[in-house]
């Protein structure tokens, strides 16, 4: 049989490619806008008649039907890391979630430790050689295609065919089912003041040559719009976006300098724009491989001056960072901040950097506080923490005491909460030997 036959045989419609699916099934969906619209819509139409189904991803983009707190028994999803649409169910026990660094959901999946009956993802046309390209999410999901009784793809048009380890053979495809809808856009965030001078804080810290890992945010975005000018930058991150596609449009990368996959930047995932997506197309400067590479901390820290740039929501005066709860309310998962933290600091010449505005609540919080808040998920420990930055400047802690990192904490905090921070640390007596 030909391969174009064995296409034709494989295609039909969502509602019957959603048929595969048996009660107690566990299906795996990529990252973000990998996650593919028309087969989730039709597994939400279909869920009364399912159950004990599970859907696991990471950060899902969109409120579908089946994301429900009446139908759970039928159809739950499970979150790897929360997302808008996924957020309050978590918070109000409906949605599970599994506790993971983002590099190691591949290996949970490929040991059983995360099941992956069925995986529903976006991919790109076929090539003529078999050859779907998983070009928005490679992440955990080639794990769990090597693993699944039923891998079933949404084909469009506007998928990317990229390069790198994100190709998938019709030979391992139980369905196929087309669409041509836009592929999700997702626009970049507001950029203020506070953002904006966090910005070129982190900026500063950043020297020509050196390879670039940035999250998702409006402060990682307002340090990328102040890298144009520099030369030579490299990329190995997990998320590629639109401020990194300006970087490259501006001359700012060009990949030469880095040693591991040297011309090339390097992602697991992409969220942006149509524009994005279609710059990734067939672009062999552009390489997607799954995440257990991307976000391997040994791998991507061969890349001398590795500078790792990541957010969070609080940090205690020791360096412990909180970036996925508000105490022990969930707010989003640990994502691939921890493996990139690592990553920086193996890299000769690294950085890690967190950034976070000093206040929360219209300056009415200080998020730079004495202890985190009782339930608060560390995400980034005191061991691994290294450069943090606020709109009041930058305190690099690897490497001090106790003592030390808190003075220098509270020299970036919001002056308004300074005198009481300095008060506090002084009453806890982990911060008074040696200074």
Known sequence: MSIQETYRRKRMPAADAVGLVRDGDFIIVPTGVGEPPTLLSALSEKRRDLRDVKVA????????????????EHVRHVAFFYGGATRAGGQERWIDFIPNCFSELPGMIERGRIPADVVFSMASPMDAHGYFALGLAADYTMA????????????????????????VHVSQVAALTESSDPVFEVGLPKIGPVQQTIG???????????????????????????????????????????????LFESGAVTNRRKNHLPGRMVATFALGSGRLYRFMDRNPAVEMHPVDFTNDPSLAGLNDNLVAVNATLQIDLLGQCGSESLGPAPYSGTGGQADFVRAANRSRGGKAIIVLPSTAKRDTLSRIVPTLTPGTHVTTSKNDIDYVVTEYGVARLRGKSAG?????????????????LAAQAGRMSSYRAGG
């Open 144 to 167: 769990a295609i090597a693993k699944a009784r039923a891998v079933v793809l949404e084909v469009n048009p506007h998928v990317p065919f990229a390069f790198g380890n994100c190709h």
């Open 404 to 420: 030390q990192r808190a003075a220098a904490l509270i020299a970036i905090a919001h002056p308004d909460f300074r005198v009481e």
């Open 200 to 246: 070129k804080y982190v900026a500063d810290l950043i020297d020509d040559g050196s390879t670039l890992q940035i999250g998702y945010g409006g402060i990682p975005d307002a340090v990328v719009m102040q890298l144009t000018s520099k030369r030579d930058l490299g990329i190995h991150t997990e998320m590629i976006g639109d401020g990194i596609l300006t």
């Open 57 to 72: 991803q990471i950060l899902a983009m969109r409120p579908y039907a089946y994301i429900d707190p009446d139908t759970v």
